[in-house]
């Protein structure tokens, strides 16, 4: 995981091929705080490469640009929060109710757990213009898939299409947690899950 990379690891015995990964996970280390705070549009490959303690040249051996170290990293804090959710679900009470507040709750916590995660995934995904609009638009199916499979075992009457609901739920997490990111009043993440489900749950009754 992110949270758990080491960039003082040695290049002695290394092959051109661990050299390479070894690169590529510092320059992916630097880029979890650094596009994180000040963010990805105020970070340059300098900068970049200083915190990583690598060359400018290195930098090309491993990534295209910064525009491809964002999305590597995008897409492994995606990768990660997926397949915790993915885990919660299948541990949850087998009731519909359960499977939704475990699931917001495992999402939720996660991504909060490291600030960085939360503003690369939720605030910096959304600054960096067209950068991650592919990337993110894959993250986006993939949860609404999620949610969509999670809920199929329980044919609770939806009064809409059950993918629009899922998507728009997907939207309010989203908000919710850039809240919890840029407010001074910082919400509990207990208030967090409650109106997630909370809105859940509407979206599935009668009109």
Known sequence: MLDGWNVNRSYR?????????????????????????????ATTIERLCSEARISNRAFYECFGGREELLQALHERCV????????????????TLDGRIRAGIRAYIEFTTADWRRARIM?????????????SRQRAVDAFARLIEDASSDFPRPAPL????????????????????????????????????????????EPG
Not at 171 to 179: D, K, P, S, T
């Open 161 to 204: 299409n059950r993918r629009l609901i899922a998507l728009g739920v997907i939207g309010a997490l989203q908000e919710l947690l850039i809240e919890w990111l840029l407010s001074e009043d910082q919400p509990e993440i207990d208030e967090l899950v409650a109106v997630a489900v909370h809105i859940f749950n509407r979206s599935l």
């Open 122 to 134: 939720h605030v910096e995904v959304r600054r960096s213009g067209d950068v991650l609009t592919l």
């Open 13 to 41: 015995g290394m092959s051109a091929e661990q050299r390479l990964a070894d690169r590529r996970e510092r320059l992916m280390t630097a880029a979890y705080t650094l596009y994180a705070k000040p963010g990805f549009t």
């Open 79 to 94: 990768e990660e929060s997926l397949a915790t959710v993915s885990k919660a679900l299948q541990d949850a009470p087998n």
